[in-house]
């Protein structure tokens, strides 16, 4: 129940999917922050793509306004328009994306991907699955019933199978290492850089870094100074 005014302005917003189905509509005073307790309360919040937001000039034209739609365009995830106990009724999990997210997780803990007592947050998984954070949390629940998770606090779990810390950095230290040198500069000399441009058109673009600026273009030391 809201304790706001009623007679504060009040938004009547939208959210559809990639396909323009409209998931869920709803009334706020705050639709942006209303949006963000979905995305962390929702197991369908990832597949919003689009928002629509209608302001109105007061809470009860606001909910006026929201059953007259709901009746009409019967949003996905909102069950107040159905009655019934059987038929068509809307799907409050993703059991799919849990599955994955099950699966997947095992699997790195079993190969050891993730250290002993490493904290992982529910929030963080479900970004790196796609999915929203309650599917996220069922999965790791699941986990933790399997032994390989532990829930610490509220959306933390810990690992309780994998390799000490010390050792897993140790194992992909050599794999760091590579990466860094993959991302350095390769220094050439002016003359090894003509000898590998020779053949190519005097209208090629080139984009090149200097490994010492002040002495590489001539003048340019003086004009500095």
């Known amino acids: 129940m809201s304790h706001r005014p009623n007679n504060e302005p009040t938004a009547l917003y939208r959210l559809y999917d990639a396909n323009d189905a409209l998931l869920y509509l709803g009334i706020s005073f705050a639709p942006d922050a209303r949006l963000r307790e979905h995305q962390n309360e929702k197991h369908w919040a990832h597949l919003v ?12 034209a606001a909910l006026a306004a929201e059953a007259a739609a709901t009746a009409v365009e019967k ?15 809307p799907q409050w999990r993703d059991p799919e994306g849990q599955k994955r997210v099950e699966n997947e997780l095992a699997a790195e803990i079993e190969q050891g991907r993730h250290w002993l007592g490493k904290v992982l947050m529910s929030g963080a998984v479900a970004k790196r699955f796609n999915v929203a954070r309650p599917t996220a949390s069922s999965a790791m629940n699941v986990l933790q019933e399997r032994g390989l998770l532990k829930c610490w606090h509220h959306g933390r779990f810990r690992v309780l199978k994998g390799p000490a810390k010390e050792d897993l950095e140790k194992e992909f230290e050599e794999a760091r290492e590579d990466r860094q040198l993959r991302r350095a500069y390769q220094i050439w000399t002016v003359a090894e850089l003509r000898e590998a441009m020779k053949d190519l058109p005097d209208d090629t673009l080139i984009s090149a870094r200097l490994a010492d600026r002040r002495t590489g273009i001539p003048g340019q030391r003086a004009a500095e100074q």
């Open 49 to 60: 793509v689009r928002r629509t937001v209608e302001w109105y000039p007061s809470r009860p």
């Open 75 to 89: 949003p996905l995830h909102d069950s107040s328009w159905r009655k019934s106990a059987v038929g068509d009724r």
